[in-house]
Structure formats: C-alpha cells, structure tokens
C-alpha cells in the first residue's frame, strides 16, 4: 500500500486564491458603496412618513430644506406616481391616510390617480386640490 503524501500546493493556487479573495472584496466593496448612495443623503431623497409630523423636537436634516414636491394623503388610499423625467421611478403605489413622501430632485413627473384625495406641496407652495376622481400629471421643477 502507498502512502498519502500531500503535494505542496504551487504557486498558481495560491495566485488563484489570492484573485479569488481581491474578487470577492471588490464585490463587497461595490455593493457597500451602492448601499451607502442609495441610503446616504443626495438630491434623490425621499422621506415617506406613516404619520403626520409631531410639532417640536429638533428637525430632520431633510426638514430643513424645501422639498420640490412633497405629497400628503388624506384619504384611505392615494394613487401616486413620481419619477425623475426619461429615468428612475421613484414612487408608482398607493399612499393610506396620512402618509407622506417627500422629494428633493431638480425636476420631477408626478400623475395623482385621484387628486382630491392628496394634498400637494411645490416647491413649498400648495398646489390647488383636483376635483374628485380627477386624474392630473403634471412637472415640477426645482425653485432656486
């Protein structure tokens, strides 16, 4: 009967090891960083909120800037449809009595499946209520 014997491992496996390990940190690197754009603070923020905004405390840091438009329910269901213009959709589902979504985008589509049943803010500026089941789609744009 033979002996087992081990033969030393060469140096292509351990070449190979050593890119394998780079590989799976690169990967971890790339999606740590896309994590941290998607939740870090940027101009594509939105602050959804279940209920409405206690008075006092100390304001969020997304509180102290105007948000391009900002969407308040007031029914039991609230069609919403946002997206930045030939891009990413941001919102596209139905808001329940008093929550909010808040966005910070430079220009923006917004479609309001029944536009009594929201209240909208541009810019700061509330926007006139649309008659009851009136569907409206409209652009908002930044102030500067």
């Not at 033969?7 to 999606?31: E, H, K, S, T």
């Not at 006092?56 to 900002?70: F, I, L, Y």
């Not at 909208?120 to 209520?129: A, D, I, S, Y």
């Amino acid at each position: 009967m033979g002996r087992h014997r081990s033969d030393p491992m060469g140096i292509a496996r351990l070449v190979l090891i050593g890119l394998a390990v780079l590989l799976a940190l690169a990967v971890a690197g790339a999606f740590a960083t896309s994590l941290l754009t998607v939740l870090g603070s940027g101009d594509a923020e939105a602050v959804p909120s279940s209920s409405p905004r206690a008075s006092g405390g100390t304001p969020s840091p997304a509180s102290t800037r105007t948000a391009t438009v900002q969407i308040v329910c007031s029914a039991d269901r609230c069609p919403v449809f946002v997206r930045i213009p030939g891009g990413d959709v941001l919102m596209d589902r139905d808001l329940t009595r008093g929550e909010q979504a808040s966005y910070f985008d430079p220009e923006l589509d917004v479609v309001l499946g029944d536009a009594s049943t929201v209240t909208v803010l541009e810019n700061g500026t509330q926007r006139p209520p649309g008659e009851t089941g009136e569907r409206q789609a409209f652009k908002v744009s930044r102030s500067r």
